[in-house]
């Protein structure tokens, strides 16, 4: 019988003998490619090779590929072949073989390799792609009435997007039978039902989708084949799901153990929870990690609907990261990058788990009161849905999930009102905008930003208004003023020109302006030339720290991977803030490496270049961009030769010296899978180091000694104070047992008091006195004992559980403290307190002598 391996093996094995070079599953994160989210298929490592971006190194491939979907996500679980993560077999042709060698082989591996019973197979094809159905009938020789002719829906692949590479497809189905089947007449394939399933995809990109439509030839036609190895060992293995097959059952296995319940009972939770958690381990092991954005989100989404179907079976407590050995135990001597990350994978799922559970507990009484408030109308009200996603922090497919478990729709319109109106109110309570301040224009034009290449500029002031607070904001036609964005702080300068002086003190985007905000020094603003002046020291030591996020950001991706990506910044002169996602704290050895790879790049002065071109060419070219992030056709590419591109609007150095120095000062984290390095450059960096070498020099004279054998002297120092420490907590214990031996009580009918006066004892031994005494039988007893420390007065009190109903420790400190001049607090049982005059403590006890003794008598 075929297991996993077997089937792997076989099917790399039968086409490297037809002269196919074996290429490895690329990561499930495309590479270079911020067009999709994750790798869907087999041939999205190729598309270059399809598109004629790169030459050819070979013109046949096959592959076993890691591919991820979450395009029909309500359906994984509950049907017998929808999943999350799964492996494609496939082989692929880049101008080289065709239709009538793709179909001969893909039947003599399907019938000679994989022996698989010719009467249960079925072909659908293109119901226009003759050429496919003769060979299929004539060269195959497969009965007619086995190959259906569907339409475009099932049988025609293409273009990505209006126009480009297109082309028919043939499939190959097996027929699992009547009991799989819906019944209807004229059921075969094509339909939605689970009787006839297609495990194999022979596609043909062919034609060249022109705008109007038209299909012209394409030059060089391929082939893109697509085999599930679920639904393949669901046919060899003779299973009535690919959930019981080898890749599934062992984890179904695990799920029996912790439910403590049988998969037959119910098997929709099991298959889902199964199919999530190879879906997790495998994204977190090629370096995507949960978090709110992209990819992160996606994941996030999946592990949260596993929980779902958990809740359903009553269980409410992390398990997932428990079935990472079973996933690893399928896989890992296959993908070594899953057996690596186990720990990790393990780690995180649970962290993830167990953050969600927390929510949940203490939010999912709000979410049950809306779903039952929503029975009647049949809808959750979109004001609802947006307070129990924005106060209580739950992700809108979650809420989905349990509404539909009750029959219910989202308002989703009204949904997306509340969002836009949170927006609108966000705008208005910006500080920049002030309401009701009319602008005096002069021209109305467009702000020109010419800052890229000068810090001077001759300008026109188009326009200007008061702010309420005294400041002015002004427009010019150009400025070299850069404005605050991409996490640059705005330039400061000078606006100046004939008896007429202004202190620009920031400068924001207002609209498609660029505004200067600050104070009019000299003469009044009028529709006047001015020579626009910015501070060179702030603007350069910003640019330090701007091109070193740039080299920031690609060495954590070279160092960490790349599920790295900037979540944040801020750019101030010679200070840097980079908020990135990754899970793990990163240690002083990692922090190390990665300062001085950086300042290695600093010292070999690279160029740093920029310059605009479109988006498509940028990505091919190796710029970072990401997905989800809005880009226009033209952006603006900052390359630090041989090191890093990205697309990037603000200034920077034009070589990697002008940064000088680069210090990392702090690195912590920010949130669930968020990291922040906070860094110096330049001056600021050097002033650091400096103050550091103060600081140590300083120790340094204390201790008497060198400063490279300082560490040693502060260890043996710490050592001497630990045993110091040690010696005297063992002489306050002997000091604290002598006088428990020696001091006595008054006794008040069946109750103990101690009043003691010890001037030369600390509270630490009152309290030992004290432990010492209640210890046995200290139920009865009540204590106050005064000491000293550091010159003052301190006192402690402790009531017995048999007399707290007639006074109470807190009372105790409060009236002696009041007494002697001190003060104090505590609890019912304990209380302390400090302060006074020593010389009123006999007195403040004798009064404390008889008032308890009022008391007990």
């Known amino acids: 019988m075929f297991d996993s391996r077997k089937l792997r093996e076989s099917y790399l094995k039968f086409f490297e003998q037809k002269k196919h070079k074996i290429m490895p599953s690329s990561s499930l994160i495309p590479k270079d490619d911020p067009t999709l989210l994750f790798t869907t298929a087999g041939m999205v490592q190729f598309k270059p090779y399809y598109s004629g971006a790169v030459p050819l190194p070979f013109t046949r491939a096959v592959s076993c590929q890691k591919c991820l979907r979450v395009t029909d996500l309500e359906r994984v679980g509950k049907t017998l072949r929808h999943h999350t993560f799964f492996e494609m077999l496939g082989n ?87 009991e799989f089947g819906c019944g209807e007449q004229g059921c075969g394939p094509g339909c939605d039902c689970d009787r006839f399933l297609e495990f194999w995809n022979l596609v043909f990109p062919q034609y060249d989708m022109q705008e109007d439509g038209t299909l012209l030839p394409l030059k060089n036609m391929g082939v893109d084949t697509g085999m599930g190895l679920e639904r393949t060992l669901l046919i060899l293995q003779n299973k009535k799901s690919n959930y019981e097959t080898d890749v599934f ?113 203490k939010n999912l009484p709000y979410l049950k009161e809306v779903i039952e408030n929503s029975r009647k109308k049949g809808v959750v009200d979109g004001k609802d849905l947006f307070k129990l996603y924005d106060t209580y922090g739950f992700p809108v497919d979650f809420i989905e999930e349990y509404a539909q478990d009750e029959d219910l729709k989202l308002d989703m319109v009204g949904f997306k009102k509340e969002m836009e109106r949170q927006r609108e109110v966000s705008k208005k309570e910006e500080i920049f905008v002030d309401k ?63 008896d007429f002086l202004f202190l620009v003190e920031d400068t924001k985007w207002f609209g498609e302006d660029i505004v200067h905000i600050g104070t009019l020094k000299k003469g009044k603003i009028k529709n006047i030339r001015v020579k626009a002046i910015v501070d060179k020291e702030i603007r350069y030591a910003c640019q330090r720290a701007h091109t070193s996020t740039h080299l920031v950001h690609t060495t954590l991706r070279e160092f960490l991977g790349e599920h790295v990506r900037q979540e944040g910044s801020l750019v101030e002169p010679d200070r840097l803030r980079f908020d990135f996602t990754h899970f793990e704290k990163l240690d002083d050895k990692m922090l190390r490496k990665i300062e001085n790879y950086i300042n290695e790049r600093i010292r070999e002065n690279r160029k740093v270049k920029w310059r605009y071109t479109d988006f498509k060419n940028a990505v091919e070219e190796g710029a970072i961009a990401f997905f989800g992030e809005k880009y226009g056709e033209i952006v603006r590419v900052v390359e630090i030769e041989g090191f890093s591109k990205e697309l990037c609007g603000g200034t920077h150095c034009k070589s990697t010296g002008e940064i000088g120095v680069f210090k ?38 204390i201790f008497q000694t060198e400063i490279k054998v300082i560490t040693s002297k502060i260890k043996k120092f710490v050592e001497e104070k630990e045993k110091t420490l040690k010696e005297k907590e063992r002489l306050e214990d002997l000091i604290a047992q002598k006088i428990f031996e020696n001091i006595e009580p008054v006794k008040i009918n069946e109750f103990e008091i101690y009043l003691e006066d010890f001037p030369y004892l600390n509270v630490n031994i009152l309290k030992k006195i004290s432990d010492r005494i209640f210890l046995k039988q200290g139920k009865n007893r009540i204590l106050l004992l005064a000491g000293e420390e550091k010159g003052k007065p301190v006192f402690f009190a402790r009531v017995g559980e048999n007399a707290i109903n007639l006074v109470k420790a807190r ?47």
């Open 664 to 701: 990392i000062v702090k690195e912590e984290g920010v949130g669930a899978g968020m990291r922040r390095i906070e860094a110096w450059t330049g001056q600021r960096a050097i002033e650091s180091i400096q103050e550091q070498e103060r600081v140590l020099k300083e120790i340094g004279d």
């Open 92 to 178: 692929f042709s880049f101008g080289d073989y065709f239709k009538e060698e793709a179909i001969a082989w893909a039947w003599e591996f399907v019938t000679e390799v994989l022996e698989i019973n010719v009467e249960k197979l079925f072909v659908s094809i293109y119901h226009e792609d003759e050429e496919s159905f003769n060979i299929w009938k004539k060269k195959i020789g497969l009965q007619e009435q086995k190959i259906y002719k569907l339409g475009k829906k099932d049988n025609f692949w293409g273009p990505a997007g209006k126009t480009g590479a297109c082309g028919p497809s043939t499939e190959i189905y097996y027929d699992l039978g009547e």
């Open 811 to 857: 009372e105790l400190v409060k009236e002696f403290g009041k007494f002697i001049g001190g003060g104090g607090g505590g609890n019912d049982e304990k209380a302390e307190g400090g302060g006074g005059k020593r010389e009123k403590i006999k007195e403040g006890f004798d009064l404390m002598r008889k008032k308890l003794e009022e008391i007990f008598k």
């Open 249 to 361: 059952y062992p984890i179904i296995k695990g799920l029996e153990k912790i439910f403590n319940r049988p998969y037959k009972n119910g098997k929709v939770p099991f298959n889902v929870i199964a199919d999530h958690t190879r879906a997790l381990v495998f994204a977190i092991s090629d370096g995507v990690y949960p978090s709110n954005f992209g990819r992160g989100y996606v994941l996030r989404k999946i592990l949260r609907r596993a929980l779902r179907f958990a809740q359903k079976l009553r269980f409410e407590e992390p398990f997932m990261y428990r079935l990472v050995p079973s996933v690893v135990k399928i896989f890992g001597d296959v993908y070594p990058e899953v057996y690596e990350k186990k720990e990790f994978s393990g780690v995180l799922i649970k962290s993830e788990e167990e953050r969600f559970l927390q929510t949940l507990s």
């Open 436 to 498: 009701g301040v009319k602008w005096e224009i002069f021209k109305d034009i467009k702000t020109e930003f010419v800052g890229y290449d000068f810090t001077e500029y001759e300008s026109e002031i188009t326009r200007y208004r008061a702010k309420k607070d005294g400041k002015f904001e002004i427009v010019l036609d150009k400025t070299p003023f850069y404005a605050n964005a991409g996490g640059q702080i705005g330039d400061k300068g000078i606006l100046e020109g004939d």
